[in-house]
């Protein structure tokens, strides 16, 4: 395969069927999605959206703590400049 115009468009059909694969098979085509939820599946997100506002209602409890209690006063503290000398 001596002509290079050849070769450039296998590589660029070949880099093309790779990602419509690619994609393809992202899209997972086999999967099937149900219409109606089941008791089981309801039930879980019921115990879900649960636990979620028990702690949404933890996380406000927790924020309203802490801006009661005052900050502590911040501390400035002056360190000695680091200087390193080697001689040979």
Do not use: C, N
């Not at 879980?44 to 703590?65: F, G, I, K």
Request: aromatic content about 6%; charged content about 15%; cysteine-free.
């Amino acid at each position: 395969m001596t002509d290079h115009v050849r070769r450039l468009y296998l590589a660029a059909g070949a880099l093309l069927a790779f990602f419509l694969a690619w994609a393809g098979i992202a899209a997972h085509p086999w999967t099937t999605t149900s219409a109606a939820p089941d008791a089981a599946s309801a039930r879980a997100v019921a115990l879900y959206e649960q636990r979620l506002q028990r702690d949404a209602a933890l996380l406000h409890s927790l924020s309203q703590q802490k801006l009661a209690t005052p900050a502590p006063p911040v501390r400035i503290v002056t360190l000695p400049p680091l200087t390193t000398t080697r001689t040979s």
